[in-house]
């Protein structure tokens, strides 16, 4: 049987409240701490050359739970209340993991 290949969504957004952004993801990462499915790593980028703007990489053991997640009505609550706090709409890319290499 082949392991499911681990799958990533790229978020990229722009707040002017990342404060605020942060204090909703703690309280994401609570509410989905060991629930099935739930994102197994989340990556959160600043850009240096454009203020406001962020990308989180949000890690998933395979797309079929990242859909599950995704699906689920508290996903979408919390999907809701982040898109208020941004400036513009977020832009989601969904991408299948074909490499992950720890550098030493």
Known sequence: M??????VQIVDFETDRIDEMRALSEEMDEKFA??????THRLVLRDRN???RCLVVIEFNSYE??????NDPETTKMAERMAALCTRPP???DCDVLEMTEIK
């Open 50 to 52: 454009t203020p406001g």
């Open 91 to 93: 832009s989601f890319t």
């Open 34 to 39: 060991g629930r099935s499915g739930a994102p």
């Open 65 to 70: 739970e990242a859909m599950r997640n995704s």
């Open 2 to 7: 082949d392991t499911p290949m681990k799958f």
